[in-house]
């Protein structure tokens, strides 16, 4: 009777809370304050039942009435709901989805991305972008940016919410209010900037428990990647799809600037490292009728006392330190990198004074005829010596130079100092070699900056020869200006030659008079057969077009005796002579390096 009793207490309730039968039988069984208990569960289930299909229907009359499409998936991915305004991107009646799997319409290529690992349980009520092909009634495809919220843990709503737009046809008119309001890139539908720096300062909260990296990815060759318009946009998906698919489990995959990408790997920086390579190497297989992609990465880690915008900057650093050693490298950011960009930012801002302040001097490194021994030309290399840093190579301050206007005036002042110095020397025939860069040719004044030189110094044009590299004859305007200034009397060296794009074919026709080998085909000439047969090959190329070819570092009496044996004339570096001041050669120094010792009688010093 007591178990009837118990049972029926316990089934009761639930069926009929509050019944009169229950209320006689918990007085008859003497058990009154259980059954009282029980009864204020009971109501307050019910309160909470009514709440929830209240909050339910006004969460689904919220999604219904919104302008973008909404849709709710269950657990298994199963559509409970769409919204009206599926009906108006997809063709689609919301009622014909219900109940099926979302899968079928989504392309296959897309799908990794949209339920893959990227969909596993997310903190509450956590967003991700996710951006895939859809297909509409008609069978073409739409391209849905959905923002995911996880609320499979809220009670009131318990599934995955899709806040979906069209970004088919995006990209252009749109309003960039809105634009930058949206956490979302048009055209990937990646993360932008804006939802990248909030992940980060949220990750960085969490990150003292669970180690997170960051990667930036440069992408070379989309720009280019197709002539046809709009075809860039298509380039960038294939893409974002490739990156998604090499992404594990949690890591976050986003736009940065400069149309870079970002991931956030969750791990180490090694772990970092391994993303980024593995990303690096599977951009080289994307092919497009402009050849394949390339990348290039920084990565670094995050801290908690690392600020968002400063983690950016190290990896923008250890990118900027890839970038410099070539192309698919992976540099990983550490405080040398730092060390390197602060002394950099230092000698830029004390360049642009150094000359008013009269840091900056020429020197002067003599190019020899070794069949005549004697000093037919000298280099004018320019030279700066910092207040508290001591001497500081060209190689470090010109490019920092180029990077800016100052180049110009720069450049201006090299072509006169060297003009008029070589032009106070005794010698008549003694010529001067200027390095002019590319921004200096490209300005557009070097022709008159060349005449001024020659005119206030009157150094005949015969006596000067202006230094280029091998891509300025790329250049129609530049190859112009050096024409006219052939024209003129003045010689054009290609510097550094060899590093560049050499061939046969460009240097016919160009306004070239002089080669200068690079120094660097004589590394381990001695040893290297392969070595040695560039250099003879350089000297074949330039007899065979008539122009001369100058031999750059030649720093030991071996490797000269060996590149005279070969047939090589003219030659330039240590074994003959460093760079002289202005008051050496001024002095006739160049005269006297040792050479002079070993020339034949006859033939003049
Ligand atoms: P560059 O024009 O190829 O100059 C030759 C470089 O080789 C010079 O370095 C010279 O000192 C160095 N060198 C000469 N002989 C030897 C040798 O036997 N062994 C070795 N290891 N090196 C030798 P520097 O003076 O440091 O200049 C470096 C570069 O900076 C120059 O390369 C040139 O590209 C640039 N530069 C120098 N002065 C100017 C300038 O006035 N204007 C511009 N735009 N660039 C300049
Ligand atoms: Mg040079
Ligand atoms: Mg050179």
């Not at 009777?1 to 007085?27: D, I, K, N, Y």
């Not at 909030?198 to 990150?207: E, F, G, M, P, Y």
């Not at 002019?436 to 009157?458: I, T, Y």
């Given at each position: 009777?007591l178990?009837?009793?118990?049972?029926?207490?316990?089934?009761v309730p639930?069926?009929?809370?509050g019944?009169?039968?229950?209320?006689?039988l918990s007085?008859?069984?003497?058990?009154a304050?259980?059954?009282?208990?029980?009864?204020?569960?009971?109501?307050r289930q019910?309160?909470?039942?009514?709440?929830l299909r209240?909050?339910?229907a006004?969460?689904?009359?919220?999604a219904?009435?919104?302008?973008?499409?909404v849709v709710?998936l269950d657990e298994?991915?199963r559509v409970t709901?769409?919204?009206?305004?599926?009906?108006?991107?997809?063709?689609?009646?919301?009622?014909e989805?219900l109940?099926?799997?979302?899968?079928?319409?989504?392309?296959?290529?897309?799908?990794?991305?949209?339920?893959?690992?990227?969909?596993?349980?997310?903190?509450?009520?956590?967003f991700?972008?996710?951006?895939?092909r859809v297909?509409?009634?008609?069978g073409?495809?739409?391209?849905?940016?959905?923002?995911v919220?996880?609320?499979?843990n809220?009670?009131d709503?318990g599934a995955?919410?899709?806040?979906?737009?069209?970004?088919?046809?995006?990209g252009?008119?749109?309003?960039?209010?809105?634009?930058?309001?949206s956490l979302a890139?048009?055209?990937?539908?990646?993360?932008?900037?804006?939802?990248?720096?909030r992940?980060?300062?949220?990750v960085?909260?969490?990150?003292?428990a669970?180690?997170?990296?960051l990667?930036?990815?440069?992408?070379?060759?989309v720009?280019?990647?197709?002539?046809?318009?709009?075809?860039?946009?298509?380039?960038?998906?294939?893409?974002?799809?490739?990156l998604?698919?090499?992404?594990?489990g949690?890591?976050?995959?986003?736009?940065?600037?400069?149309?870079?990408?970002v991931?956030?790997?969750?791990g180490?920086?090694s772990?970092a490292?391994?993303?980024?390579?593995r990303?690096?190497?599977?951009?080289g297989?994307?092919?497009?009728?402009a050849?394949?992609?390339t990348a290039t990465a920084?990565?670094?880690?995050?801290?908690?006392?690392?600020?968002?915008g400063e983690a950016?900057r190290?990896?923008d650093l250890?990118?900027?330190?890839?970038?410099?050693?070539?192309?698919?490298?992976?540099?990983?950011?550490?405080?040398a990198?730092?060390?390197a960009?602060?002394?950099r930012?230092?000698?830029a801002?004390?360049?642009?004074?150094?000359?008013?302040r009269?840091?900056?001097?020429?020197?002067?490194?003599?190019?020899?005829?070794?069949?005549l021994?004697r000093?037919v030309?000298?280099?004018?290399?320019?030279?700066?010596?910092?207040?508290?840093?001591?001497?500081?190579?060209?190689?470090e301050?010109?490019?920092?130079a180029?990077?800016?206007?100052?180049i110009?005036?720069l450049g201006?002042?090299v072509?006169?100092?060297?003009?008029?110095?070589v032009?106070?020397?005794?010698?008549?025939?003694l010529?001067?070699a200027v390095?002019?860069?590319?921004r200096?040719?490209?300005?557009?004044?070097?022709?008159?900056?060349?005449?001024?030189a020659?005119?206030?110094s009157a150094?005949?044009?015969?006596r000067?020869?202006?230094?280029?590299?091998?891509?300025?004859?790329?250049?129609?305007?530049?190859?112009?200006?050096l024409?006219?200034?052939?024209?003129?009397g003045?010689?054009?060296?290609v510097?550094?030659?060899?590093t560049?794009?050499?061939?046969?074919?460009?240097?016919?026709g160009m306004?070239v008079d002089?080669?200068?080998m690079?120094?660097h085909?004589?590394?381990?000439?001695?040893t290297d057969?392969?070595?040695?047969?560039?250099?003879?090959?350089?000297l074949?190329?330039?007899?065979?077009?008539n122009?001369?070819?100058?031999v750059?570092?030649?720093a030991?009496?071996a490797?000269?005796a060996?590149?005279?044996?070969?047939?090589?004339?003219?030659?330039q570096g240590?074994?003959f002579s460093?760079p002289?001041?202005?008051?050496q050669?001024?002095?006739?120094?160049w005269?006297?390096v040792?050479?002079?010792a070993?020339?034949?009688?006859g033939?003049p010093?």
């Amino acid at each position: 009777m007591l178990c009837f009793g118990l049972a029926l207490v316990a089934v009761v309730p639930v069926l009929l809370p509050g019944h009169p039968l229950l209320r006689a039988l918990s007085v008859l069984l003497g058990l009154a304050p259980i059954t009282a208990a029980l009864t204020a569960v009971c109501r307050r289930q019910q309160l909470l039942a009514g709440d929830l299909r209240r909050s339910q229907a006004a969460f689904r009359t919220l999604a219904k009435s919104s302008v973008d499409p909404v849709v709710i998936l269950d657990e298994q991915l199963r559509v409970t709901f769409a919204s009206p305004a599926l009906a108006g991107v997809l063709g689609r009646e919301p009622g014909e989805m219900l109940g099926l799997p979302l899968e079928p319409v989504i392309h296959p290529d897309d799908r990794a991305g949209l339920f893959g690992a990227n969909l596993q349980r997310r903190e509450n009520g956590e967003f991700a972008v996710r951006t895939a092909r859809v297909r509409a009634a008609d069978g073409q495809w739409r391209l849905m940016q959905a923002t995911v919220r996880d609320l499979r843990n809220d009670p009131d709503v318990g599934a995955l919410v899709l806040h979906c737009r069209d970004v088919t046809s995006r990209g252009r008119g749109v309003d960039p209010e809105l634009l930058e309001l949206s956490l979302a890139d048009p055209v990937t539908g990646l993360p932008n900037r804006t939802a990248l720096s909030r992940r980060l300062a949220a990750v960085q909260r969490t990150v003292a428990a669970s180690p997170v990296a960051l990667v930036l990815l440069s992408i070379d060759g989309v720009a280019g990647a197709t002539s046809r318009p709009g075809t860039e946009e298509t380039v960038l998906r294939v893409l974002t799809s490739r990156l998604s698919r090499e992404l594990r489990g949690e890591d976050w995959l986003a736009r940065g600037k400069d149309g870079d990408f970002v991931v956030l790997v969750d791990g180490t920086v090694s772990d970092a490292e391994v993303v980024a390579t593995r990303l690096v190497s599977t951009l080289g297989y994307i092919a497009t009728p402009a050849g394949p992609l390339t990348a290039t990465a920084g990565v670094t880690g995050l801290a908690a006392d690392i600020d968002p915008g400063e983690a950016l900057r190290r990896a923008d650093l250890a990118l900027s330190s890839a970038c410099s050693a070539g192309v698919g490298s992976v540099h990983r950011y550490d405080d040398a990198l730092r060390n390197a960009q602060d002394r950099r930012s230092t000698l830029a801002v004390d360049l642009a004074g150094a000359l008013e302040r009269g840091e900056l001097r020429l020197a002067f490194q003599p190019v020899v005829d070794v069949v005549l021994h004697r000093t037919v030309s000298v280099e004018a290399l320019l030279r700066w010596r910092h207040p508290e840093l001591g001497d500081v190579s060209p190689q470090e301050f010109v490019p920092l130079a180029e990077e800016s206007p100052l180049i110009t005036e720069l450049g201006r002042w090299v072509l006169r100092e060297a003009c008029s110095t070589v032009a106070r020397t005794t010698d008549d025939e003694l010529s001067v070699a200027v390095n002019v860069s590319a921004r200096q040719v490209r300005s557009g004044q070097l022709v008159s900056d060349v005449v001024a030189a020659l005119e206030s110094s009157a150094l005949p044009a015969s006596r000067l020869i202006v230094e280029i590299t091998e891509s300025m004859l790329l250049d129609e305007h530049v190859a112009a200006d050096l024409e006219t200034l052939r024209g003129l009397g003045v010689r054009i060296a290609v510097d550094d030659f060899g590093t560049g794009w050499s061939s046969l074919a460009y240097l016919v026709g160009m306004p070239v008079d002089l080669l200068k080998m690079d120094q660097h085909f004589l590394a381990h000439v001695e040893t290297d057969p392969q070595r040695r047969a560039l250099c003879r090959a350089i000297l074949q190329l330039g007899t065979t077009l008539n122009l001369p070819v100058i031999v750059e570092g030649v720093a030991t009496p071996a490797v000269l005796a060996l590149l005279r044996d070969m047939g090589h004339r003219f030659v330039q570096g240590y074994a003959f002579s460093r760079p002289l001041e202005a008051e050496q050669l001024a002095a006739g120094v160049w005269r006297t390096v040792p050479y002079v010792a070993s020339a034949p009688p006859g033939v003049p010093a």
